[in-house]
Antibody, heavy 118, light 110 residues
Framework: QVQLVESGGGVVQPGRSLRLSCAASGFTFSSYAMHWVRQAPGKGLEWVAVISYDGFNKYYADSVKGRFTISRDNSKNTLYLQMNSLRPEDTAVYYCASGEVVTAIQGWGQGTLVTVSS | QTVVTQEPSFSVSPGGTVTLTCGLS?????????PSWYQQTPGQAPRTLIY???TRSSGVPDRFSGSIVGNKAALTITGAQADDECDYYC??????????FGGGTKLTVL
C-alpha cells in the first residue's frame, strides 16, 4: 500500500527558502516517477514538478521554474522540493504523488501547508 | 498558453449517470494526452480515479469510467451516490514532462 508523508511546511517570509520532504513506503520508490502538486487556499490543484524514477529527468511548471528544484534520494526513499525566492502566491498545501510513469499521478500524500507571509 | 477546461459545476440525481468532460482551449484531447481524473472532498487529499484515459486506479468502483468523447476526455459516473458529491479534477499530459490540471468541476448530487 502506497504511503507518502510530507513534511517541512510552515510559515516563511517572502524571498526566503524552504525545503519540503516526502517519505515514501509500501512500494518500490526507485521504480516510480514522483510529482509535487499544490493547492492554494480555496483554489484548484496545480501541477508543480516531476522527477523520473532515476532522478535524471526533471520538469517544472512555468510558475516555479528557476526557483524550485525537485530531487530524490532513492537510498532513503525520499523526495524533496527545494523552494527558493518564495512569493506570497506560493502559499498552498503541497502534495507529493507517485506515478508508474511521468504521465501518471497515482498515489497521494496528505499534504503539507506552506504559508509565505511577512 | 493552452488551458485545460472543465465544467465549473454539474448536478446529477441520486442513481443517475453523469459525464464530466476535460477539454483544451485549443485543439482536441486524445489518448496521447494520457488524461487522468481525481476526486477531492473538502479538506482531504485528492484520490486518483482514472489514469491513462481509462485505467481505473486500485479500489475504485466500476461506477467510474474514463473515455474520449468527441474532442474531450470524459469521466462517467453511473449510479451516482450522495458521497460522490465533491470536486473532480482532470489532468492532461502536454509532453516534455509537463502536466496541466483543469480548473475542476464541483459535482452536486440532488
Amino acid at each position: 500500500q502506497v504511503q507518502l508523508v510530507e513534511s517541512g511546511g510552515g510559515v516563511v517570509q517572502p524571498g526566503r527558502s524552504l525545503r519540503l520532504s516526502c517519505a515514501a513506503s509500501g512500494f518500490t520508490f526507485s521504480s516510480y516517477a514522483m510529482h509535487w502538486v499544490r493547492q492554494a487556499p480555496g483554489k484548484g490543484l496545480e501541477w508543480v514538478a516531476v522527477i523520473s524514477y532515476d532522478g535524471f529527468n526533471k520538469y517544472y511548471a512555468d510558475s516555479v521554474k528557476g526557483r524550485f528544484t525537485i530531487s530524490r534520494d532513492n537510498s532513503k526513499n525520499t523526495l524533496y522540493l527545494q523552494m527558493n525566492s518564495l512569493r506570497p502566491e506560493d502559499t498552498a498545501v503541497y502534495y507529493c504523488a507517485s506515478g508508474e510513469v511521468v504521465t501518471a499521478i497515482q498515489g497521494w500524500g496528505q499534504g503539507t501547508l506552506v504559508t509565505v507571509s511577512s | 498558453q493552452t488551458v485545460v477546461t472543465q465544467e465549473p459545476s454539474f448536478s446529477v440525481s441520486p442513481g443517475g449517470t453523469v459525464t464530466l468532460t476535460c477539454g483544451l482551449s485549443s485543439g482536441s484531447v486524445s489518448t496521447s494526452y494520457y488524461p487522468s481524473w481525481y476526486q477531492q472532498t473538502p479538506g482531504q487529499a485528492p484520490r486518483t480515479l482514472i489514469y491513462s484515459t481509462n485505467t481505473r486506479s486500485s479500489g475504485v468502483p466500476d461506477r467510474f469510467s474514463g473515455s474520449i468523447v468527441g474532442n474531450k476526455a470524459a469521466l462517467t459516473i453511473t449510479g451516482a451516490q450522495a458521497d460522490d458529491e465533491c470536486d473532480y479534477y482532470c489532468v492532461l499530459y502536454m509532453g516534455s514532462g509537463i502536466s496541466v490540471f483543469g480548473g475542476g468541476t464541483k459535482l452536486t448530487v440532488l
